[in-house]
């Protein structure tokens, strides 16, 4: 099983080509940020949403933000506030195949409008997911690198915080990506890490899995080291998937002491359950039932060394077309509105 693997791939397409818009034209429409210490009825107080601790961008055109508005216009008021949970907080905009300048500058213009800061994921490395459900990415190593480019100049030097390349690192150590694939990923890497670290307002996390997928942390202070994570902000665990916020600041604690004490972000997008139980469904990770939303995004974590909780997965979007679900990235509104039912608040 592969711990990490989320359903990612290029999900909200429509979103993000509004994105590649706004930085040809008119930005999108602004909105500021929520949080756990708001109420649920700041929401709705004239469509002014509060300043939040996080000092990220909320997109007011995401796909949960759709899914309220169709829900309160047919009369469904309660599920309209239970998807504004998702809707009100800042999650990762995954930069897609078409348009990368574009859809880079698109969100860090907006973001800059709104004095925050845009959350991006790159997730285009060559032989993705290796073959899973997120399968595909660039053709290979110099298709990869003009995608990259791109990206990096429609980042500019606008605020931006970025996750690179989930599941790039632990799939090499895993042996899901086949040996004569890993000179090159560890080179295109740290490419990345160079160009992106060359802006001079974005902050870079090297994704490396979670506790239970690279059990030993030891394991992956090699391929974060060649992939060039001292020139890094740090790394990022849990990204897409469930395992608790206890779990993996005690293993990022433990993987930061092996490469210098770098700090680290944690996805809490959807683990406030936890994992699901058991050990009987080899795919658990795939879109399973009973999880919640976990803490809101926020840079105050009172842990010096986690700089972050992000929802780097987009709650409400597929892990794949298992259980029911639509094909990976899509939006799935029975599971988003699961997730927000079960949030603690």
């Keep these: 099983m592969y711990g990490s693997y989320t359903g990612r791939g290029p999900g909200s397409a429509r979103m993000r080509l509004k ?10 429409m602004l909105s500021g940020c929520f949080s756990s210490s708001d109420t649920e009825d700041d929401v709705h107080s004239g469509g002014q949403q509060p300043k939040s601790r996080a000092p990220y961008w909320v997109n007011p055109d995401g796909s949960a933000a759709e899914q309220a508005a169709a829900y309160r216009e047919d009369g469904r008021e309660e599920e309209a506030r239970l998807i ?18 574009g859809q880079t500058a698109g969100f860090t213009q907006a973001a800059e409008k709104a004095d925050r800061e845009a959350l991006l994921v790159l997730y285009n490395i060559p032989h993705r997911d290796c073959g899973q459900y997120s399968k595909g990415g660039a053709a290979d190593g110099n298709a990869y690198r003009d995608w ?12 931006a915080t970025v996750i690179l390349e989930p599941d790039a690192l632990p799939h090499v150590e895993d042996g899901c990506t086949p040996a004569q694939f890993h000179e090159e990923r560890f080179a295109l890497l740290t490419e990345a890490v160079d160009k992106l670290k060359a802006l001079p307002n974005t902050k870079v996390y090297l994704d490396a899995g979670n506790p239970h997928w690279i059990t030993d942390p030891g394991r992956m202070v090699e391929p974060l080291k060649r992939a060039a994570i001292d020139k890094t902000d740090g790394f990022a665990l849990n990204t897409s998937n469930y395992q608790t916020t206890a779990e993996n600041t005690e293993y990022g604690k433990k993987l930061s002491a092996m ?35 976990g803490e809101p995004p926020t840079t105050n974590t009172g842990d010096e060394l ?12 597929s892990d794949g077309n298992c259980k029911g679900g ?20």
């Design 19 to 28: 994105a590649g818009a706004a930085a040809a034209g008119a930005l999108l």
């Design 84 to 101: 504004e949970r998702i809707s009100a907080q800042p999650v990762a905009e995954w930069i897609g195949v078409e348009d990368p300048e």
């Design 148 to 159: 990259l480019g791109k990206a990096v100049k429609g980042i500019g030097d606008r605020r």
């Design 259 to 293: 490469v210098g004490g770098k700090p680290f972000v944690i996805d809490t997008s959807r683990n406030g359950n936890g994992p699901a139980p058991g050990h009987e469904d080899p795919q658990a990770w795939c879109n399973p039932p009973g999880r919640a939303l």
């Design 306 to 317: 986690v700089d972050a909780y992000l929802w780097i997965k987009r709650p409400g979007e």
């Design 326 to 345: 639509p094909d990976a990235g899509r939006w799935w509104p029975e599971y988003a509105l699961e997730l927000a039912r079960n949030a603690r608040r």
